[in-house]
């Protein structure tokens, strides 16, 4: 634990979402200077490039949180409006973007702003929406989603990322706490700073939503489908090459991409409704 962990109590917002004041240095060393993060942004990398129709348009990144996609998108051409309602993540990716010097700043647009708030603050409509590791945190993702189709132009697509409910069930069974499985007791409190998601979704949930939100699933991915039941972390540079080689062989193949311990969608929203 982090000397600082066991100090600070947080709470849900009224709504019911978890923002990230205060964690931003967490988030950095838990997530993304950890092998975990590493392989998450390298799969999206190259699972990005599959399954969008890039074109250097303008992309509405929401909840950006610490910066790291709007950085990828900026550095492929496309201007983006990154949104954040964490004034402490804002602050960590703005500064991050600062310190990148190849990073062209003047194509990135910064707001502090809820989901809730978006229609109102950038109503686009957007050709190019991602929303990345967000769901899983808010007390709504179901109404999330509707508000995303909302900002989604007619043959506009979404990058959807969410936290796998199933692969968080499956995760506790492999570390033996079986009572917790079993009685379903997955999601996390979101007090304090556990950062177990409050509301893991699952691919049967996002296949309903869609339909209900006028989207359409046309196609999906895992991130990390074996990295987090590893008995052992590999060891060498070379047994990570052959996880990362298995991680890009498998991420698209049924059934394993359903265990991935996040779902990577791209919807669209149909030019004519149906």
């Not at 964690?23 to 950095?28: P, T």
């Amino acid at each position: 634990m982090h000397p600082n962990d066991k100090l600070t109590h947080y709470e849900l917002t009224q709504a019911g979402d978890r923002y990230f004041d205060g964690l931003a240095d967490k988030f950095s060393r838990s997530l993304y200077q950890a092998p975990r993060g590493e392989l998450r942004l390298t799969m999206l990398d190259y699972l990005l490039p599959q399954m969008l129709q890039l074109s250097k348009q303008k992309v509405l990144d929401v909840g950006g949180g610490l910066g790291q996609q709007a950085a990828w998108f900026a550095g492929r051409g496309h201007a983006v409006t990154m949104t954040e309602p964490s004034s402490d993540m804002l602050t960590y990716a703005q500064q991050w973007h600062c310190d990148e010097k190849t990073l062209p700043q003047e194509v990135i647009t910064y707001l502090q702003a809820p989901l809730q708030e978006l229609p109102l603050q950038v109503p686009g409509p957007w050709s190019l929406i991602t929303c990345h590791a967000v769901l899983e945190w808010l007390g709504d993702p179901q109404a999330a989603l509707a508000i995303l189709s909302r900002l989604l132009a007619p043959g506009g697509q979404l990058s959807l990322m969410v936290f796998n409910r199933d692969a968080l069930r499956f995760s506790n069974v492999v570390k033996g706490n079986l009572e917790k499985a079993l009685s379903d007791r997955l999601a996390g409190k979101g007090k304090r700073q556990r950062l177990t998601p409050i509301s893991p979704v699952s691919h049967e949930e996002i296949t309903q939503w869609s339909v209900e939100s006028g989207l359409q699933i046309v196609s999906v991915a895992g991130i990390r489908v074996f990295q987090d039941y590893l008995r052992q972390p590999p060891a060498t540079p070379a047994e990570n090459e052959t996880l990362l080689a298995l991680e890009k062989q498998y991420c698209r193949q049924d059934p394993h991409w359903r265990l991935g311990r996040y779902l990577l969608y791209t919807l669209i929203k149909p030019e004519t409704p149906e």
